[in-house]
């Protein structure tokens, strides 16, 4: 079974809508997080999640809001994006916080 | 907060040569992974290293942690097409952070 799923593959949104990312997790870990991946940009880090707890959020912007219903569950809730967020959003799980991530196929989010 | 600096940015060779990607960092890491991007998808997991000196194979990669850990190499030998990729290279910070590189892109040409 694949240990980190995400859903949809593809997203295309206009700029008033509201949708949501799903990552979903099979590896019994304890640290999930949400990337960004920009064309000719390194990985970008959004949120940090540990024990379903936020612990970490990297100054981005309110109209993304992350949620982590449980230990095998991710969302990242959109709403009122920009033309400049489309790009490949990342799920990826650890142990812990300083142990290897695992990914996702990631969302290719287009924003019309 | 480190800086993770890899070389080259692209790569395009024959199927067949070898090749070498560079991952370098003034500072030491604890740990650090190398990672293969297919368009559309997310990274995968190739390698991790811990250990200062370490070498690891897998098949025709071979990936050397530097002895001061600041820095990693990987090498393919003999690259086939199927190669082809972004690959990452992402350390562990003292702090416990994971930062990555902007990644090498390769193509191996048939």
């Known amino acids: 079974e694949t240990g980190v799923t995400q859903t949809p593959r593809h997203l295309v949104m206009g700029m008033t809508n509201k949708k949501s990312l799903k990552c979903e997790q099979h590896?019994?870990?304890?640290?999930m997080y949400w990337y960004k991946q920009s064309a000719k940009k390194p990985l970008e880090l959004m949120f940090v999640y540990s024990l379903e707890e936020r612990v970490e959020n990297n100054s981005v912007p309110s109209r993304f809001s992350p949620e982590c219903p449980n230990s095998s569950h991710l969302f990242l809730h959109l709403h009122t994006l920009q033309p400049e967020d489309s790009a490949l959003y990342l799920c990826?799980?650890?142990?812990?916080?300083?142990?290897?991530?695992?990914f996702g196929p990631g969302t290719r989010l287009t924003v019309l | 907060t480190q800086l993770l600096e890899q070389s080259p940015q692209f790569l395009s060779i024959q199927e067949g040569e070898n090749l070498t990607v560079y991952c370098n960092s003034s500072s030491v890491f604890s740990s650090l992974q190398w990672y293969r991007q297919e368009p559309g998808e997310g990274p995968v997991l190739l390698v991790t290293v811990v250990t200062g000196g370490e070498v690891k194979k897998l098949k025709r990669l071979t990936f050397q942690f530097g002895d001061a850990r600041k820095d990693s190499s990987l090498h393919i030998t003999a690259a086939q097409t199927g190669d082809t990729g972004l690959y990452l290279c992402a350390g562990g910070e003292i702090d416990d952070k994971i930062i990555f590189g902007k990644g090498t892109r390769l193509h191996i040409l048939p």
């Open positions: 990826a799980t650890a142990s812990g916080s300083s142990d290897t991530q695992y």
């Open positions: 590896l019994g870990h304890n640290a």
